[in-house]
């Protein structure tokens, strides 16, 4: 299975600023996606995100606020924008491989919005 | 659409005891199911996978679990639990290129 990195691993912003989160692969893979974990709650997915194309967004996220990077097989970015508290949450990289779509996650990334 | 439901939210198990991890799907197409295990302070990590063929299926650290078509269930089970099991555990199923996961369940080991 692939090997995951995201940086940065923790971080504390304060309202109204931007954070970018990158996340690094081993390999090339074709599908990666990004997801939420508010504090003891599930995954919520936020995007997907292919090489190539625009990522695809799911309902409840929009482009302006969690916009996404993907210049090549092993590299994708996520920015939170304009910061508030309710962004307070665990951001968290995967990529997807074989039929089965099953996913291998990064480490996260600890976000807190003061 | 696929979805999972996992009851319980924190499960209290105590050292040596049977660790039970109930999870059913809803799915229109034969599903691929997963369970992960996400420790404090980390990511998601990959526990075992149901994809075809044999229907119980183990995974690492002692986990095992079952498809069962008739009862649309994957339940997880390990005979002794360990304190190293606590953590949250994720059951989820696949659909169109991406995963449902079940809210999961918060494991707590007794000494």
């Known amino acids: 299975s692939a090997v995951i990195s995201q940086k940065p691993s923790r971080d504390i912003c304060q309202r109204g600023t931007s954070l970018t989160i990158q996340c690094q692969v081993d390999?090339?893979?074709?599908?990666m996606f990004w997801y939420r974990q508010q504090p003891g709650q599930s995954l919520t997915l936020i995007a997907t995100?292919?090489?190539?194309?625009?990522?695809?967004?799911e309902s409840g996220f929009v482009i302006d606020k969690f916009p996404i990077s993907r210049p090549n097989l092993t590299f994708s970015t996520l920015t939170v924008s304009n910061m508030s508290p309710e962004d307070s949450s665990i951001y968290l990289c995967s990529v997807g491989e074989g039929f089965t779509y099953e996913q291998y996650f990064g480490p996260g990334t600890r976000l807190t919005v003061t | 659409a696929q979805s999972v439901t996992q009851l319980g939210s924190h499960v209290s198990v105590s050292e040596g005891a049977l660790v039970l991890l109930r999870c059913n799907y809803s799915?229109?197409?034969?599903?691929?199911l997963f369970w992960y295990v996400q420790y404090p302070n980390q990511g998601l990590q990959l526990l075992l996978k149901y994809t075809t063929g044999a229907t119980l299926v183990k995974g690492i650290n002692g986990f095992e679990a079952e498809f069962k078509k008739s009862e649309t269930s994957f339940h997880l089970t390990k005979p002794s639990a360990h304190m190293s099991d606590a953590a949250e555990y994720f059951c989820?199923?696949?659909?169109?290129?991406?995963?449902?996961f079940g809210k999961g369940n918060q494991v707590v080991v007794i000494p």
């Open positions: 390999s090339q893979v074709t599908m």
């Open positions: 989820a199923v696949s659909s169109n290129n991406r995963l449902a």
């Open positions: 799915s229109s197409v034969p599903p691929y």
């Open positions: 995100a292919n090489q190539g194309s625009e990522a695809t967004y």
